[in-house]
């Protein structure tokens, strides 16, 4: 990655660091449960606010949401350091999370590499796959959904699709 971004002389942002600000955000819909986890408020980086996203995520499984992909992406971007306190309720998290980018980004796009994807006790412990497969769509919904079809999943049958789907977000 630092090879590429420093040739094309793009700018990386590490949330971590003390300049990037945090912001209070309030969403315009009701949450599934992000404003319980947070009582004190959810905050998000500042910088992300108006910004077009692409995720870049990778077909695979996931220990606690059966698949991963393009909404959980947004995992490690959008919660402080503190996102693990949303494990227990990772599927309704994931659904909060697209609801949120959906507000603050004009543009939301993903490009998912299953060129070698990963099976099994996933996100660490995994089995590559080859599958010579990329997948692109700028519906986080429906992307998962086609990313968990190729693996064998039905995609309703993942609560945080499901959901997503359900609450008109893909």
Not at 59 to 71: C, L
Not at 151 to 162: E, K, N, T, V, W
Request: hydrophobic residues 40%.
């Amino acid at each position: 990655q630092k090879y590429v971004t420093e040739k094309y002389n793009v700018h990386c942002m590490y949330l971590y660091k003390p300049e990037v600000k945090w912001v209070e955000y309030k969403p315009k819909q009701p949450l599934l449960v992000l404003d319980k986890v947070y009582p004190e408020g959810i905050f998000i980086p500042e910088p992300f606010i108006g910004k077009n996203i692409v995720h870049l995520p990778t077909v695979k499984t996931h220990m606690y949401t059966t698949t991963t992909g393009a909404m959980k992406n947004a995992f490690g971007g959008l919660l402080s350091k503190y996102r693990h306190y949303t494990h227990t309720w990772i599927h309704d998290t994931l659904v909060d999370l697209l609801a949120i980018q959906k507000e603050i980004h004009p543009g939301l796009f993903a490009v998912m590499d299953g060129t070698t994807a990963g099976n099994d006790a996933g996100p660490r412990l995994m089995n590559p796959e080859v599958k010579n497969v990329i997948l692109a769509s700028a519906d986080q919904v429906a992307i998962d959904a086609v990313a968990a079809r190729l693996m064998g999943f039905d995609p309703l049958s993942i609560r945080y699709i499901r959901l997503a789907h359900e609450r008109g977000l893909g």
